[in-house]
């Protein structure tokens, strides 16, 4: 997209410019409402968790990118100042005082309203919250400018307010003016900016997961799901405009880190990492918007009958998730990193070529990864935790899988009280996909459509072959405990 911006608009700067308005303009005119109306629809079968387990009952390995549990939160918290009804009175004399000696627009005035808004705050009154933030941006633009540091706290605590009433789409809008006051005041090269970038790419990266984790996410290419106006854009309009956005702000993070050269900053190795998920989702986008439960299970898409992962035309998503997989590694190493960390990037790199149907190159990675485990004197133990675990970790690791604990924003340490379990036995191939799937015994209320999806759900996704003595095992035979609850 980059790239035919650059094309039109004749250079990078300025197609990126252009893009970055446009879909600010996207998600500024269109409500996340939305989001809110659809969790109100009746519940479904893909509202069904999977936890998979071995047959002992014991919990599987840490992944080797944990998936974060998808959410929408305040970025920032409101201060605990223990403020009460006496405090707010006494904030509202001073002020009237102020307003009669120094006038209405008193530089002292913005101080004590933004005060005053973080006590109504604390007592759960957030529509008075907002009058008073208001009142305190509005001295603040008078007396010291229309871009300006103090804004900063106000719009943050803006934000904290919209979301505490449920007003998702007004707290976007306050994100992005966030992101506008932090450009227009450092520049869109500095690195003050990162930390807004980075706030807004996690936002937006939230709201997209959050559209795909509905009740009714499967309906997200039905446009009737919700009332809206005549033109306002359809849900997988919204949602990937978020997710587009997310891409930009990473990205956008990364380069200001790059240019300054801060190759040690910490933060880049997780921005990196968002960056891949967004690309990932991307290449995605044809399979979500046939069915966002199993977007990399295109059967049905063409033929009816067949499936396929094949992501081979997504070129540029493939390149950037790999050169995003590579600056992560050179990272790791100029920060001096633990051989271990950068074995599991190694490895999480030949997970993004398997995905991308790359299996030849996923399986020298993987050797290469094995390799450099022993190189750097770690136990067989350790090696094997990772390359040879008891199941199979299915893919990808760094996104929630369909009917998955992070996929309905379950902690993976959360007690779950489970309707029953499937035990099925499988066959892996030295290329991930699974084989000959056999229910060998089940306990529970469990349906002919709950084991269709099962099977839908294993046949869906890659799963990391295991290696034994160095080499990928060509028939590997795994059978897998499946605890499920109906949501």
């Known amino acids: 997209m980059i790239l035919a911006a650059e094309y039109l608009y004749g250079s990078a700067a300025a197609g990126k410019l252009v893009l970055r308005r446009c879909l600010a303009v996207i998600l500024t005119v269109t409500s996340l409402a939305y989001c809110a109306t659809a969790l109100s629809q009746p519940s479904s079968l893909n509202r069904v968790l999977f936890d998979p387990r071995p047959l002992d009952g014991s919990p599987l390995p840490v992944p080797v990118l944990a998936v974060p549990v998808p959410a929408m939160q305040p970025q920032t918290e409101v201060r605990d100042l223990g403020l009460d ?13 102020e307003e009669l000696d120094e006038g209405p627009f008193a ?22 919250a907002l009058a008073a933030f208001e009142k305190a941006d509005y001295i603040s633009r008078i007396n010291s400018g229309l871009h300006t540091p103090q804004q900063f706290t106000i719009v943050e605590n803006m934000i904290a307010s919209h979301l505490a009433r449920g007003e998702v ?8 003016y966030l992101l506008f006051l932090n450009r227009q005041y450092y520049g869109d090269g500095s690195l003050e900016v990162v930390p807004a970038l980075a706030t807004l790419g996690h936002w937006n990266l939230d709201a997209f997961r959050a559209m795909l984790n509905q009740r009714n996410a499967s309906n997200l290419t039905i446009e009737h799901t919700a009332p809206r106006g005549i033109n306002a854009p359809s849900p997988r309009l919204l949602a990937f405009a978020n997710l587009y956005q997310a891409r930009l702000n990473f990205y956008d993070a990364i380069s200001n880190l790059l240019q300054h050269q801060r190759y040690d900053d910490p933060r880049l190795i997780g921005l990196e990492r968002m960056l891949i998920e967004t690309e ?15 977007y990399m299970d295109m059967r049905g898409a063409y033929t009816g009958t067949r499936i396929t992962r094949s992501r ?12 995003a997989h590579e600056r992560i590694r050179i990272y790791q190493e100029a920060m001096r ?16 070529h398997l995905l991308f149907d790359r299996q030849v190159g996923a399986l020298d990675l993987y050797r290469e990864a094995s390799r450099y485990m022993r190189e750097h004197g770690m136990d067989q133990a350790r090696i094997d935790a990772l390359l040879s675990p008891a199941i199979p970790q299915q893919l990808p690791v760094f996104t929630p899988l369909p009917h998955s604990r992070a996929k309905f924003g379950i902690a993976p340490d959360a007690s779950v009280d489970y309707d029953g379990h499937i035990d099925v036995s499988f066959r892996v191939s030295r290329f991930g996909n699974a084989g000959r799937i056999e229910v060998v015994d089940q306990q529970g209320p469990v349906t002919a459509d709950m084991l269709r999806r099962l099977r839908r759900l294993l046949n869906s ?7 034994i003595a160095g080499e990928p095992a060509t028939k590997d035979e795994v059978t897998v405990r499946y605890y499920f609850e109906q949501l």
């Open 107 to 128: 530089p002292d005035l913005m101080e004590q309203f933004l005060a005053l808004g973080e006590a109504y705050q604390q007592g759960g009154n957030h529509e008075e």
């Open 280 to 294: 990932f989702m991307a290449a995605s986008r044809e399979g979500i918007m046939h069915n966002p439960d199993f």
């Open 461 to 467: 996704t890659p799963f990391r072959p295991r290696f």
């Open 312 to 323: 081979r035309s997504n070129q540029v998503n493939f390149i950037n998730g790999r050169n």
């Open 85 to 97: 009804a006496q405090t707010v009175a006494r904030y509202l004399d001073d002020i009237a005082a």
């Open 169 to 176: 789409d007004e707290a976007n809008s306050r994100q992005q």
């Open 337 to 352: 990193m633990e051989p271990l960390e950068v074995a599991k990037t190694i490895i999480s790199l030949a997970d993004w």
